[in-house]
């Protein structure tokens, strides 16, 4: 039976890319009327739903106030949230999302790195880069992962440099490739906050391939920063008379500018993804700041496993280092889904606290897009 406050039936996840009926204010009466058994079936759960509350529940829904008295901040708490938000994750089947996403990562992992070095590669030595990024990786990922893909990325940063226009037309390629894990991204983040797409394909691909080429500038600037920061700290300690104090302080002060950076690159991967109008970039941080939190306990603890416990080797044979990458990517979107989970409970949280009607069925945040058929039946 579904916790208190969770968004909709079971009826309503059967799966990853099921169409949900619009909410009933959107429905015209001509739609109304050729609804088929699955709005039907919803209504009937409805209504047994509200006469089960008892009379007079409604009302307390509408005006805010729960039967025990006080308003709705009883279920908005930070607890109650964490809760919904585990209940809603299954709900949602976000684990198998995760594995879609996975399969799109390993797609758009290696031109989304082709785009990095051919940026990269304008500035400095796209072998440094790699060298900081691999030793970088196997600090927080498992050595097996990291040992699976060092032997292309090495190849790419081996393959010379291009002209600037075999340089535009392989970056708009790499990147067109990599928005593929984007799009995958987008759809499940419509499916956490209950809409559908309405973004048209011309104005959905070019913005899938601007987050895509955003966060590769990202991490370019990180990667760029971690590659010339130390030696411009070892020169400005040198010239200042503070010697090796200034490397130091700046080996321990880079780590936490890091970890600010894939904080934005999340709360910006989360603000772009849903076709739902969010209360601004501020809204969606603290689903990036549990994202990271998770993500780091998850990688540290499965690099541990993996290396003392793990028989990826003896089951999988030559194909273990591969398992084991895969399977680090699947963590890894597990706990990039559970962050944007989160934000959208947090969101229900504050409708529940302003005790905005149907918020305890679904979250009630607007669409930027109108579908198509739903901009049909307001005109009907």
């Not at 079936?41 to 509350?53: G, L, Q």
């Not at 025990?68 to 930070?78: A, E």
């Not at 010339?228 to 010697?243: D, Y």
């Not at 003392?308 to 398992?323: C, D, E």
Request: hydrophobic share 45%; no cysteine; aromatic share 8%.
């Amino acid at each position: 039976m579904p916790l208190p406050g969770t968004r909709g039936s079971d009826a309503l996840r059967a799966g990853p890319g099921t169409r949900r009926p619009k909410r009933e204010v959107l429905m015209s009466p001509a739609h109304a009327e050729g609804e088929g058994p699955r709005e039907r079936a919803r209504e009937e759960r409805v209504r047994a739903r509200e006469e089960a509350d008892g009379p007079g529940a409604d009302e307390q829904k509408r005006s805010g106030r729960s039967p025990q008295g006080p308003p709705h901040k009883r279920r908005g708490g930070l607890g109650a949230t964490l809760k919904r938000t585990l209940a809603e994750f299954k709900e949602d089947n976000l684990a198998d999302s995760a594995a879609a996403l996975t399969y799109y990562a390993v797609l758009s992992i290696f031109p989304a790195l082709i785009a990095l070095v051919a940026l990269v590669s304008v500035v400095m030595d796209p072998k440094t880069l790699v060298e900081k990024a691999t030793d970088l990786i196997s600090k927080v990922g498992p050595d097996s992962a990291v040992n699976t893909f060092k032997g292309p990325i090495d190849q790419l940063a081996n393959g010379g440099s291009t002209g600037p226009v075999l340089l535009i037309v392989g970056l708009v390629s790499a990147l067109w490739t990599a928005s593929g894990y984007i799009g995958a991204f987008m759809r499940a983040a419509n499916r956490i906050y209950e809409v559908e797409e309405g973004r048209p394909f011309l104005k959905l691909r070019p913005l899938q391939m601007l987050v895509t080429l955003v966060l590769v500038l990202l991490q370019a600037l990180v990667l760029v920063a971690l590659v010339v920061s130390g030696p411009l700290a070892e020169e400005v300690g040198s010239t200042v008379g503070a010697g090796d104090a200034a490397v130091t302080a700046w080996n321990w002060a880079k780590w936490p500018v890091l970890l600010l950076v894939v904080v934005l690159m999340f709360a910006l991967l989360y603000y772009a993804a849903p076709n739902a109008r969010l209360r601004g970039l501020k809204s969606v941080v603290p689903g990036a700041v549990l994202a990271l939190v998770l993500w780091l306990i998850a990688s540290v603890g499965f690099a541990f496993y993996a290396a003392h416990f793990g028989s990826y080797n003896k089951t999988y044979g030559a194909l273990g280092g591969v398992i084991v990458f895969l399977v680090w990517l699947w963590i890894t979107n597990l706990a990039v889904l559970l962050g944007a989970e989160f934000n959208a409970e947090r969101e229900r949280s504050r409708e529940l606290a302003e005790g905005t009607p149907g918020a305890e069925r679904e979250i009630q945040v607007p669409e930027r897009t109108a579908p198509k058929r739903e901009k049909r039946s307001r005109t009907a």
